[in-house]
């Protein structure tokens, strides 16, 4: 069987370097006896290494090492990961519409999707998966639980699990259906007149979703907008210029793409009608703001139709496809870079000039161009859309991080809902109480929970580096009372950091309630990158300002 495999390769082979020579290229030269020596390679391996291989991995780890040398978005599809990608760039899949993750070595539900069958049978947020069809699951891989969830539309699946607070476990039989996850998470009205719609996916629909929310909430009052794609890597290019079409008119260019390929050079602009072409718009960006996110709100920028709001965007302007390989394999390959309106790539990584160690940097200052909006307002390439009202990112102290990273914020908010059954009808005023987060620092020091903070590596650094270099004899004392101050420090950090760790908390415990809507709820009125949309918003004069500096 083996023997036969790598004949088929070096056929493969044979086929593409004769193929090759019929054009007279260097470069085509150089690919054909590059994949002759790799497939004798293959073949010298196979025959003679000291032990037995695996062909098809040893092979894929060199597609793989290959294609890393070109940027993080071209990848290798085996047949058996389209599944897993196509769920992805399509958000659909057919199951009971449940997301189940490791929770402190638990299979639990982080996610149950409003609307399909594990939210309508009543399963929770928190509750631990045990069984599937009579099968144990229990210490079982999150991949394997999930994919026994999945299955034909139509057909029944059982499902065990255990609740927090509930003695015996329960158990529901639920009929598999097409899961399609919705792009918008969150709309509603959050202020007098202001609505809110967040977006978090671009897979196919999300055009109509946000098209519906404006609607919706404009039929509830809503006057202005924050739309908020803080976070969102992106998706569909199709889909961004479907949502920029929401608030500009139809005809109008939206993005353009330029790569080698002739097919490759394409211009896309709104082909509907508008909702909206006046409606006060902010856009909330941030770090994690990515491609077809980038595309909506550099597109609007640039039309002078929104202000952006929050942080500099991540600076992808790099657009993938998919090439059909053999045997059901497929390339999702960078074939093109995305130009705004302006005229600016916000590419901020350049992978076509990696140092001699295989790293990439930002193009430089120097390099980066001004553009012009419609109205003549400066913005710059190569780095990211740079927003209109800067707002500092918000940083976790490592206490709140180490503990949302551990789980134990997460399953004290399964064990609160478990003892706290009547679920609030509005997350907005929820806070917990001195009493009720006195109960979780106790509960977290049960827990044995540990952690070591950078600036203790950091010191533990500088003694070695003492150490090291003879000082720490004379150094000893001054070292080892600063050390032993950081730790005393660390000690009290759930008390020094209570605000920011009740608040993490709040929104987990809401997220269990009530999803997304609770989790946006509660946090609606202390989200620093709102409050300044809100505030720019309610200032129609110094929103129009900023929508007419040149």
Known sequence: MKGRKIKFIVGVVAVLSLLAFTIPSDRYFDIAKSLDIFATLVKEVNANYVDEIDPKKLIDTGINGMLQQLDPYTDYIPKESLEAFSIQTTGEYAGVGALVGQINHKTVVTNPYVGFPAYRAGIRVGDELIGVNGKDVQGKPTGESSA??????????????????????????????????????????????????????????????????????????????????????????????????????????????????????????????????????????????????????GSLQDYDRAVLVGQRTFGKGL?????????????????????????????????????????VTKFPDSLKREFKTKIGRKVYDGAGLAPDIAVETEKLATASIELIASGFVFEYATRYCGEHKAIPQSMKAFRLSDEEYEKFVTWVHGQSFAYTPELENKMESVIASAKNEKYYDQLQQPLTELKNKIKQTRGNDMVRFKTEISRVLEEEIAFHYQLAQGQTEVSVDRDSEILAAKKLLRDQDKYKQLLSQQ
């Open 148 to 297: 026994l969830l999945k299955g034909t539309p139509q057909t029944e699946v059982e499902v065990e699990v255990k609740r927090y607070g509930e003695s015996a476990p329960l158990k529901f039989k639920l009929i598999r259906e097409k899961i399609k996850i919705n792009n918008v998470t969150y709309q509603g009205l959050i202020d007098s007149g202001l609505g809110y719609i967040k977006l978090d996916e671009f897979t196919p629909g999300a055009g109509r979703e946000v098209a519906d929310a404006v609607m919706k909430l404009k039929t509830e009052g809503a006057t202005k907008i924050i739309l908020d794609l803080r976070d969102n890597p992106g998706g569909s290019l199709y889909e961004a210029v479907n949502i920029v079409n929401i608030f500009i008119p139809k005809g109008k260019e939206v993005v353009s793409t330029r790569g080698k390929a002739v097919e490759s050079n394409k211009v896309y602009k709104t082909l509907n009608n508008p909702v909206d072409l006046d409606i006060p718009l902010a856009i909330l960006t941030s770090g994690g703001s990515a491609s077809a996110s980038e595309i909506v709100a």
């Open 319 to 359: 657009v993938q496809t998919t090439r059909q390989l053999a045997y059901d394999a497929q390339l999702k390959i960078t074939t093109a870079k995305y130009y705004i309106p302006s005229g600016r790539c916000i590419q901020a990584l350049d992978y076509a000039h990696r140092h001699s160690d295989g790293s």
